[in-house]
């Protein structure tokens, strides 16, 4: 069952390209319509989650921040522009789990969404993605197809999620480098090229032959 | 002048009593009225009359001066203005507030060279803003579907610009926000790297790290602001060739440093003395456009606001290293030494 993350940010088109980014990478993502009632709001909707701007209409981030602490221990991650000490001491002392600074790359966000929710709950079931016929267990780091896994590295386990959440479309080199770098793995141009020429000798290991295309001077795609 | 006079009645009235007992002693002594009235106005008169003459000059100064005071548009200038004093106390405070006034103007010349210089930044920086918008609303003239990597691109260019403003901003008055924390490089450097991935992918940036298993005490945010300053002058002047970055981290007698090196362009000697400078552009700011000549200068601000040293390595054709030094940890931190592991 995907999470459920409320999002909290008064720029509508911010809040519904949070929620869009969300769910493409696999939560369920609501956000508040109301905000003299965020509080409550929040509390009926009782999200896994809560991604809390600062700067908000009727009360700010930092008194909702506040009032939900004093009903509930849901996980709250502070997303703002305000980014300075003080405003980050003033965050975790009200109860905040994390602080994101604004503005951010999707990927720092979803890194940090993982992390405090892995916190929270140490849930036991694992995150599995798909597309076609390919499976792939996030936290085991296991690609499967069929009755047959096989384990792959951390490189080639981003590479493999990154393009099955692009379902099909096509990702781009340098896309691929840049998610590679959001997870510490300072690649190059050459490195990728390795990387991808093991990750389509694993899947063969498991009888999956002509999933990952290369689409010359385009990038790379995945095909069901 | 009233008040003048009044200010002498004392000395006045001393006078006078002075005048009264030797009048008494005179007449005590069989001395004759008409000499003791000759002696009492040889003993008030000379005294009443200085009295009298210094309150009046006095008190003609302090009228002249209080109209030249009324009639300047600008009261500070009063001191250069005011004539020479015909007593020695009066000269005595001239000295004074000329010496106020001047130290005032200091400060006011000073504000004002500061409050010049944030206009001209604040003028080439929006000018330089608007390169990356102007081609953010020209990537989707028309209806057009733009390129996700290059909206990207120019939306990390205004990023760029809009983090730099706000450490410009507080290079002036940093106490405000800044935070000492043990921090491994590997961390500082990491996240100035995903900060710039895109421009530094773009690049063909390969990097290199060796060393940075090191824990400094400095503001993490702060250098990493500077490592990203370093990276992107290093993705821009790093000619036809793709970047190369090679991150080093040493321990030294100083403290633990960290070089950023590329294989650019490099720096003209006679150039590199200059660098630092604000607004120093050189021939490579020229050459290669788009430089505010903010970045090296900013770096060089903050580092020395954050006790750290920073220093520049160049040769044409072969490449630029920066080398940043971070005080021991015993500086920030009591008792913290800097140690060799994260």
């Not at chain 1, 069929?146 to 490189?155: P, S, Y």
């Not at chain 2, 940036?205 to 945010?221: C, F, I, M, Q, W």
């Not at chain 2, 200059?274 to 580092?303: D, P």
Request: some cysteine.
């Amino acid at each position: 069952m995907a999470e459920t993350i409320m999002v909290v940010e008064d720029d509508r088109q911010m809040a519904r390209e949070l929620v869009r980014l969300l769910e493409n990478y696999g939560y369920r993502a609501l956000q508040v319509e109301d905000f003299s009632r965020a509080v409550e709001e929040i509390l009926e909707a009782a999200p896994h989650l809560v991604l809390l701007d600062i700067n908000l209409p009727v009360q700010d981030g930092y008194t909702v921040c506040r009032q939900l602490r004093q009903h509930s221990q849901v996980p709250i991650i502070i997303v703002t522009s305000r980014d300075t000490e003080m405003d980050e001491l003033m965050g975790m002392n009200l109860g905040a789990d994390d602080f994101v600074a604004k503005p951010y790359n999707p990927q720092l966000l979803q890194a940090h969404i993982a992390r405090v929710l892995a916190r929270s709950y140490q849930s036991g079931e694992s995150r599995v993605a798909r597309f076609g016929r390919v499976e792939l267990e996030l936290s085991r780091s296991e690609a499967i197809c069929g009755e047959r896994r096989v384990e792959l590295t951390k490189n080639e386990r981003q590479i493999l999620w990154v393009l099955m959440r692009a379902r099909g479309e096509i990702v781009s080199r340098d896309a691929l480098i840049n998610e590679l770098w959001q997870s510490d793995e300072f690649v190059d141009d050459n490195t990728l090229t390795v990387n991808i020429n093991r990750l389509r000798g694993k899947l063969a290991e498991i009888g999956v032959e002509g999933y990952l295309l290369t689409r010359r001077g385009q990038g790379y795609q995945l095909c069901e | 002048m009233r008040d003048l006079l009044a200010q002498r009645l004392p000395l006045l009235l001393a006078s006078a009593g002075g005048c009264a007992l030797s009048a008494l002693l005179l007449h005590l002594l069989g001395v004759g009225g008409a000499p003791t009235a000759f002696i009492c106005l040889v003993l008030f008169v000379p005294v009443a009359v200085c009295c009298g003459v210094e309150a009046y000059t006095r008190s003609r100064y302090y009228r002249h001066l209080a109209r030249v005071l009324g009639e300047l548009d600008r009261k500070s200038l009063l001191p250069q203005l005011m004539e020479e004093p015909p007593f020695a106390e009066g000269r005595f405070w001239k000295e004074v507030l000329a010496a106020c006034g001047k130290s005032m103007n200091d400060q006011i010349d000073r504000r004002a060279v500061e409050a010049r210089e944030y206009q001209e930044y604040i003028e080439t920086w929006v000018h330089e803003v608007k390169t990356p918008i102007a081609s953010l609303l020209l990537s989707v003239e028309g209806g057009r579907q733009p390129d996700p990597a290059a909206v990207r691109r120019e939306a990390e260019r205004i990023d760029g610009y809009v983090e730099q403003a706000l450490y410009y901003t507080r290079s002036g008055a940093p106490e405000k926000d800044y935070a000492i924390r043990p921090v491994s490089l590997r961390q500082l450097t990491a996240d100035a790297l995903k900060k710039n991935a895109t421009l530094l992918i773009e690049s063909r940036a390969r990097v290199r790290s060796e060393g940075l298993d090191r824990t400094v005490y400095t503001d993490a945010k702060w250098v990493a602001f500077i490592l990203g300053q370093l990276f992107q002058n290093a993705a821009k002047y790093r000619g036809e060739e793709p970047l190369s970055l090679s991150l080093r981290g040493e321990a030294g007698a100083e403290g633990v440093s960290l070089s950023v090196c590329d294989r650019g362009v490099g720096i003209p000697p006679r150039d590199q003395g200059r660098v630092f400078e604000k607004g120093f552009t050189g021939e490579n700011g020229r050459a290669f456009a788009r430089s505010t000549g903010m970045g090296l200068y900013l770096c060089a601000t903050l580092c020395k606001k954050l006790g750290m040293g920073i220093r520049l390595e160049s040769r044409v054709g072969e490449g630029t290293c920066v080398t940043l030094t971070f005080p021991k940890g015993s500086y920030h931190l009591a008792g913290g030494e800097a140690g060799e592991t994260r």
